[in-house]
């Protein structure tokens, strides 16, 4: 329970605190939602009801709610040692045994062996950016500055990661930097090109060359492409396509960083999901399941080679000119660890792989035949609907989001978080979540799905 009464919460709320993603104006009308505790799946709220966090908060909190082990963890190390930077040469015993598992966690063959962790996706995009720019100076390429992009991407909110994101509702008012630049990426569903796989020649990754030739080879450092796109609407690339994109990063001296921020530490079924297609990355950035979201906490991985390269080549006396302060943070690198722990233990990433897939069989028995779902989407604890107007890919309703959005309005008031994205209704639940937690799940869904068609009349 709260310990300030609700309604002086939602009042202190609506006059101080200002939340993203959401409109001002309507805000200070509806007032906040509240949460003070949750266990597992389900999260309390302030008027002490429950509700199941079928969205994991954003997409992070993998090992569920209420893990008073990473809170002793945490404690523990903040009695000891809260904080001091990693600057120069000072270094922490949590940061220094993190590097060392996660070196352990990739697969083996990556050579993803050294680590900076930093407080977030944005931040761990941003420091790959300036990684991959610095990795082609060292060698003499001072121009290649670019960096590609794909469509539907998000990779953070900060002035690079932002320039990368290329979902446009995230820039009215605030234009990418020119160095960014868009390219294809695979949304089978709605092909730019209007082709299906295996049949399509991966036209989608060859306009990623497309642009690098236009562009000049000798001007791009770095492609950056999630596994899965989270925030596009679960976007699931056909087999072969990141051999393609490997191909022609490879062909054109480019760098291929990976942003794993959503599908890292078990989100897809797999520990990472550049296991799915055998991705060779040669930066990866990584967030939210490392710690769970009980501290903040992102970092990036960079393959020995692109390292050995910027440690050999810098020019002498020149150090690593990256940092934040709080760079490799001793408690919230506690707080992955024993979330590392959690995970191991319990065999969550197995859990979110075979309840995954009953959750995306669930969610196509009860919906694949229903007139306003277009498509059914799923890895591991990562589901979406695609809704839209029968037999075309426009909105239901005539306008972006209206359906969707009412659906996970009306999941909310059924006791479910499911969240709309665009034309989506989408759920990833914690990676502990069980077959029966699935089966109360697709039953709000489908219900919600159920009364709210009925409000949008299709003939
Ligand atoms: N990259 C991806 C794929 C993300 O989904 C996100 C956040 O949702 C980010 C980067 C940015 O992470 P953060 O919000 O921690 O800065």
């Not at 990584?286 to 390269?309: D, H, M, N, Q």
Request: glycine share 10%; with cysteine.
């Amino acid at each position: 329970m709260a310990t300030v009464p609700v309604s002086r919460l939602e009042q202190l709320d609506r006059e101080h605190l200002i939340h993203p993603i959401t409109e001002l104006r309507v805000h200070e009308v509806k007032g906040p939602r509240v949460i003070v505790g949750g266990k597992g799946i389900r999260l309390e709220t302030a008027d002490g009801g429950s509700v199941i966090d079928g969205f994991s908060g954003l997409f992070n909190i993998n090992v569920g709610h209420g893990r008073t082990e990473i809170a002793d963890a945490v404690a523990e190390q903040m009695r000891r040692m809260p904080y001091y930077p990693s600057f120069w040469d000072f270094s922490n015993e949590p940061a220094i045994l993190l590097g060392e598992r996660l070196a352990r966690l990739f697969p083996a063959d990556r050579g993803l062996d050294h680590f900076l962790f930093t407080t977030g996706g944005s931040d761990a995009n941003e420091t790959n950016f300036r990684i991959a720019r610095l990795y082609h100076a060292v060698r003499g390429d001072h121009e290649r500055k670019k960096v590609l992009s794909r469509r539907w991407s998000y990779h953070g909110i900060t002035r690079a990661a932002g320039s990368a994101t290329t979902l446009p509702a995230y820039h009215a008012f605030y234009e990418p930097e020119a160095n960014f630049l868009p390219t294809s990426m695979p949304y089978c569903f709605r092909c730019e090109f209007k082709k299906t796989p295996p049949d399509c020649e991966f036209l989608c990754a060859n306009d990623v060359e497309e642009v690098i030739k236009r562009e000049g080879a000798e001007t791009v450092a770095a492609v950056i492409a999630e596994p899965v796109q989270g925030t596009g609407g679960i976007l699931i690339p056909p087999p072969e396509y990141f051999d393609h994109l490997r191909e022609i990063c490879d062909r054109h001296g480019v760098l291929l960083i990976l942003d794993e921020v959503i599908t890292g530490f078990g989100r897809t079924g797999r520990w990472f999901g550049m296991e799915h297609w055998g991705i060779h990355p040669d930066l990866v950035s990584f967030a939210k399941g490392i710690s769970s979201g009980y501290l903040p906490l992102g970092g990036v991985a960079v393959r020995r080679g692109v390292y050995e390269t910027i440690r050999d080549q810098s020019p002498k006396g020149l150090p690593f000119m990256g940092g934040l302060t709080y760079n490799n943070h001793p408690s919230s690198c506690a707080a992955a660890l024993a979330n590392l722990d959690i995970i191991e233990r319990e065999g969550l990433v197995e859990n979110s792989r075979e309840v995954g897939a009953y959750l995306l069989e669930s969610l196509r028995q009860a919906l694949a035949d229903h007139p306003l779902v277009a498509e059914i989407r799923g890895i591991g604890m990562l589901a979406a609907l695609e809704c839209t107007a029968p037999g075309t890919v426009d909105p239901i309703g005539g306008s972006p989001m209206v359906f969707t959005s009412a659906v996970s309005t009306r999941c909310w008031e059924k006791g479910l978080i499911a969240r709309a994205m665009w034309e989506n209704v989408a759920l990833a639940p914690p990676l502990c979540t069980t077959r029966s937690d699935v089966d109360e799940i697709v039953g709000i869904v489908s219900e919600a799905m159920r009364e709210v068609a009925e409000e949008f009349p299709t003939d």
